[in-house]
Nanobody, 126 residues
Framework: QLQLVESGGGLVKPGGSLRLSCAAS????????VAWFHQAPGKEREGISCISASGGSTNYATPVEGRFTISRDNAKNTVYLQMNSLKPEDTGIYYC???????????????????WGQGTQVTVSS
């Protein structure tokens, strides 16, 4: 069974950090671009970061640039999202998704990606 599983979410205070993981099973991530999406309460899902299949190219949405870092370990079949300097507006569900090996991976609302995880909740609150 092909699946992506996110982990690492939780409750953190403003200014804190979390590292999310996206682990693939049933297929190898080596040939896929992977993106992270954020869905804030009551809002549409939006892409915040993505990484090319080779890991040589990354893309960040403006609200997270400089605070979040995406990386991948193909040997572990896992993609990570290191989130630093978290803000209350970062609260929401975080999804990872895999798609074709784009040269420049797209963000947007996720229509370019066809394999999705179930999401992990991140809450930033004092």
């Amino acid at each position: 069974q092909l699946q992506l599983v996110e982990s690492g979410g939780g409750l953190v205070k403003p200014g804190g950090s979390l590292r999310l993981s996206c682990a693939a099973s049933g297929f190898t991530l080596d040939y896929y671009a992977v993106a992270w999406f954020h869905q804030a309460p009551g809002k549409e899902r939006e892409g915040i970061s993505c990484i090319s299949a080779s890991g040589g190219s990354t893309n960040y949405a403006t609200p997270v640039e400089g605070r979040f870092t995406i990386s991948r370990d193909n040997a572990k079949n896992t993609v990570y999202l290191q989130m630093n300097s978290l803000k209350p507006e970062d609260t929401g569900i975080y999804y990872c998704a895999a798609g074709p090996p784009f040269r420049l991976c797209p963000l947007g609302t996720g229509t370019d990606y066809d394999k999705w995880g179930q999401g992990t909740q991140v809450t930033v609150s004092s």
